[in-house]
């Protein structure tokens, strides 16, 4: 058996809010243990596509999609598949830290808590905190309220709740866009960390960090046509992205001459 | 004049510059508005301390009275003003047990109604169900009292026993009066599970919880300020209500647990009192001051309590 590359594979993947076609046509593959930036400008729908790979959308009414996201080569959006299930083994952090108004400790604990974590509680949420690079700060201060340390360390504390479940994939979602340029480093460096572990996905609006970070860069544009909808224009290493890339519109974004 | 400023600058005071105006400006509007919110906010609490020194005044009257003390009137079974019996028991029993029932029926289904509103219903259905649900709370509570005593109470006596279930009984007044604050207690924990942010639920969604575990683990928590001020209203108006009591809970004070008797609560008493030919400075007419004294202590108290509650173990998620 080889293995497969792939995390995930979406073929002819549009998604749609209500009537408005928010992103067309995207045929992408996200290798395994690998770290892949969605950039574009604001609105050609990169949180909406993230969130297709965990099916978060659909929390928002009147969402739907036509074609596939395969995850480990199952179609996500099959019938008969469980979005509580997806959603347990494909992760998120979202662009504002929000950690539950609960303490630090519960805040790791809680959803393997609900999935039915049989190991030693004390022993997870000390291993989540120590690979989100949140230990040494909370470790006196485990009950204390999660909202109670600062934006940066609440961003890394989300990172740890995500591990807890021991996902496979965790998408973020401008995970330090809040965050001062030395959180956004630590953040950054953490995510180096995980990639050997996990597999994750980054939408990013800072073109340095997505050069910084990852080994794929996937960069989303609205298509030009009359709905207004985005899609993938280029999707490559990040190193050929951002020195030798095939699309004029994707050299004008990554050189700051989009206007 | 020139002075070193931190990165080796020099300021220097022009005196050809002309100053900027920035001085007080007066705006009239704003202390009329001002003012007038004062106003406002001060007439409340006025009423509410002229109720306080007006039921004060005649109860004290009431406890002056050579034929009453305070121990005897906070430990007494008997209410029996026409033998200068004035023990408060009676009524107060009959208060709790209509009160437990209404909110035994009034807190589940009232927050489960709630749940269903803000975490289950689609935007089309709350919109539809929530005005309905608030035109229920605002049925004269007379109807509710018929209601009780034409339809409850057969029901009750069918399904219980004739035998068992008297007439008048605080039972039937402790159901309907739990219908009664039920869209209430829903309708305000409503608002406040509404108000918790939606990027807790996502958080949560996002780790692999079902509706339920976010609806009651995560959104139930962190709105649970709000859903305790909804109950302590809920308690606060069953312990007030008095037209169901009036109507269908009975006509004369009993010192009962049982719901399936008639008793009259404090409520109910005061009513059926005043409405009598009652005359002024009589002990009865006092003793209906110092009911409700008591009934404004016993809220009094719930509302310190559930600040107490609140404060310690709600999610502040801001
Ligand atoms: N809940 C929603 N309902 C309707 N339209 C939406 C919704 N969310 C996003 N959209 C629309 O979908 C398009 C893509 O939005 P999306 O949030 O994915 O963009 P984005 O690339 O993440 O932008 P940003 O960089 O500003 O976060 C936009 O036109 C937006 O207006
Ligand atoms: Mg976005």
New binding site residues.
């Given amino acids: 058996m080889t293995e497969i590359n792939y995390v995930f594979e979406t073929h002819g993947l549009n998604i749609f809010?209500?009537n408005?076609l928010?992103?067309a046509d995207v045929n992408i593959n996200i290798p395994r243990h690998k770290i892949t930036a969605i950039i574009?400008?604001?609105?050609?729908?990169?949180?909406?596509?993230?969130?297709a790979f965990n099916r978060m959308n659909e929390l928002?009414p009147?969402?739907h999609i036509h074609g596939e996201v395969l995850f480990e080569g199952q179609n996500l959006y099959e019938k008969s598949v469980d979005p509580v299930e997806v959603r347990y083994r494909i992760g998120m952090v979202f662009?504002k830290p929000n950690p539950f108004p609960k303490s630090i400790y519960e805040n790791v604990a809680w959803a393997a808590r609900i999935h039915g974590h049989k190991g030693n509680m004390d022993e997870l949420v000390e291993s989540s905190l120590r690979q989100a690079a949140l230990w040494d700060e909370v470790k006196d201060i485990l009950h204390s309220s999660g909202l109670a340390i600062s934006g940066g360390q609440q961003q890394r504390l989300c990172i740890a709740r995500a591990i807890a479940v021991k996902p496979e994939v965790i998408l973020m979602?401008?995970p330090a866009s809040a965050l001062d340029p030395i959180a956004t480093l630590k953040i950054e460096e953490l995510m180096q960390e995980l990639k050997q572990k996990y597999t994750i996905v980054i939408?990013t609006?800072n073109m340095q960090q997505a050069a910084r970070v990852s080994d794929h860069t996937a960069m989303?544009m609205l298509n030009g046509g009359a709905t207004?909808s985005?899609t993938v224009i280029e999707f490559d290493e990040t190193n050929k992205i951002f020195t030798r890339p095939t699309d004029k519109r994707t050299e004008d974004y990554v050189t700051g001459r989009f206007g | 004049m020139a002075k070193k400023t931190a990165n080796g600058l020099k300021q220097d005071k022009d005196p050809a510059r002309p100053l900027l105006n920035l001085k007080k400006r007066r705006r009239p509007g704003e202390i009329v508005i001002q003012s007038l919110l004062f106003f406002t906010g001060f007439f409340s609490i006025f009423t509410t301390i002229s109720i306080v020194y007006e039921l004060g005044k005649e109860a004290w009257l009431f406890f002056r009275t050579p034929a009453v003390n305070l121990l005897e009137f906070l430990t007494g079974t008997k209410w029996q003003p026409h033998i200068e019996e004035f023990g408060i028991l009676p009524l107060a029993t009959a208060t709790l047990v209509t009160t437990a029932i209404a909110m035994a029926i009034a807190i589940p289904l009232g927050l489960a109604a709630a749940i269903y509103l803000s975490e289950y219903a689609s935007k089309k259905m709350r919109n539809t169900l929530k005005p309905i649900l608030e035109v229920l709370a605002g049925i004269p509570t007379i109807v509710y009292g018929y209601f009780a005593l034409t339809f409850v109470t057969p029901l009750l006596r069918s399904v219980f026993g004739n035998d068992i279930v008297e007439i008048y009984n605080t039972g039937s007044a402790g159901l309907v009066m739990g219908i009664l604050i039920l869209p209430l207690i829903a309708s305000i924990s409503e608002d406040a599970l509404n108000a918790v942010p939606r990027a807790l639920r996502e958080a949560a969604y996002g780790l692999g919880a079902t509706k339920l575990e976010v609806a009651v683990k995560i959104v139930l928590p962190a709105a649970l300020s709000g859903i305790a001020a909804a109950v302590i209203l809920g308690i606060s108006r069953a312990i007030g209500e008095t037209m169901i009591v009036a109507v269908a809970a009975g006509a004369g004070p009993n010192f009962t647990l049982n719901p399936f008797k008639a008793a009259e609560t404090m409520t109910g008493h005061i009513v059926r009192i005043s409405g009598g030919d009652l005359s002024y400075d009589s002990i009865d007419y006092n003793s209906i001051f110092a009911i409700g004294l008591m009934l404004f202590f016993l809220t009094l108290t719930l509302n310190i309590i559930s600040q107490r509650f609140v404060r310690r173990f709600r999610e502040v998620y801001e």
């Fill in positions: 809010y209500g408005f928010a992103v574009g400008p604001s609105g050609c729908g990169k949180s909406t596509l993230l969130r928002v009147d969402t662009q979602d401008e939408v609006h989303m207004r985005g």
